[in-house]
């Protein structure tokens, strides 16, 4: 089967696609509120070990949500669905690892920025997987968005490239790809078990990781809390509805709806972490809104 034969299959008993993205507006909300959260409590336990929990809490939560659709569906169906997931997963936790560990040799704006650029990688590797050029509309949304992003992050951009900055960029590949297999395979399988299967093999990766770096956590509220937080809402709540709302949008426009993360991020340190606004930051925030409205609207197709 075709991915447009798909297409065609899912749209004709789909929810209206603004429901879609507005699911997907919110998980890039809640990411970025958990930012100051994550960074604030990564100081007290060690990356993977936190990595690993949240993980697994939240696999333990989405199992127990997904009970009775797993009953509904059966053994098989869940097993393509976990396969498929496990695949996303793999492309998950991949991008994590190098994202965190990238992080050790570049900046925090540099890290920032090039993860950012998995939004132009979607839909130049979807073109060249599924041989689908995007719309104009699509593409100057996209690079309005990376300008966007540009001058949200540009007061801590370095011109010298160094292992930091390379790896986030081998990061920012892998969130390419999560997103384009996790769009093929929710679109195929039950979204269901796909949610399911990618969190629980980043959950497995990152245990195995452990032997790596030796679990070290000082058990503060502040870790608990933060845990808590991003295990619950920001992992099993959030790529379930990732997941679901794949299944009636493209991979580029959802790519595209995570440009608002950033932007959340940049609010939340405004209001909790004491940051101070800039203009770049309001006019980059204001480029990212304007390249969604773009796809959105799409003004450029004819009637």
Not at 32 to 53: D, H
Not at 179 to 198: C, D, I, K, T, W
Request: net charge positive; glycine share 8%; hydrophobic share 55%.
């Amino acid at each position: 089967m075709s991915p447009a034969t798909v297409d065609i299959a899912v749209t004709a008993n789909a929810p209206p696609r603004w429901r879609a993205d507005l699911a997907l507006a919110f998980v890039a909300l809640v990411w970025g509120c958990t930012f100051v959260v994550v960074k604030s409590a990564l100081s007290e336990i060690s990356t993977v070990y936190f990595l690993a929990l949240r993980f697994a809490i939240a696999s333990f939560c989405m199992a127990a949500l997904f009970i009775p659709s797993f009953r509904r569906e059966g053994t098989r169906a869940v097993l393509r669905g976990l396969r498929g997931g496990a695949l996303a997963g793999i492309c998950l936790w991949s991008g994590y690892m190098l994202q965190t560990y990238g992080l050790k040799y570049t900046s925090a704006g540099k890290s920032g920025f090039i993860t950012g650029l998995y939004i132009v990688l979607v839909p130049i590797l979807g073109a060249m997987i599924y041989r689908r050029i995007p719309q104009l509309s699509e593409i100057i949304g996209i690079l309005a968005a990376t300008a966007g992003l540009v001058l949200l992050t540009i007061p801590n951009l370095e011109l010298r490239v160094n292992t930091g900055d390379l790896l986030t960029l081998a990061c920012a590949v892998a969130f390419a790809f999560h997103l384009l297999v996790l769009g093929y395979y929710s679109q195929r399988e039950q979204f269901e078990s796909v949610a399911l299967g990618q969190i629980l093999c980043a959950a497995i990766l990152s245990g195995l990781a452990l032997w790596g770096e030796p679990p070290r956590a000082v058990w503060s509220a502040n870790v608990i809390f933060a845990l808590v937080l991003t295990s619950v809402f920001a992992t099993a709540l959030a790529f379930a509805l990732q997941t679901w709302a794949q299944k009636y949008t493209s991979a580029t426009r959802t790519a595209l709806i995570f440009a608002l993360e950033p932007v959340f991020a940049l609010v939340t340190a405004i209001g909790v972490g004491g940051e101070s606004i800039t203009i770049p930051g309001l006019i980059g925030a204001a480029l990212i809104l304007g390249g969604i409205l773009l796809v959105e609207l799409k003004p450029f197709v004819r009637a």
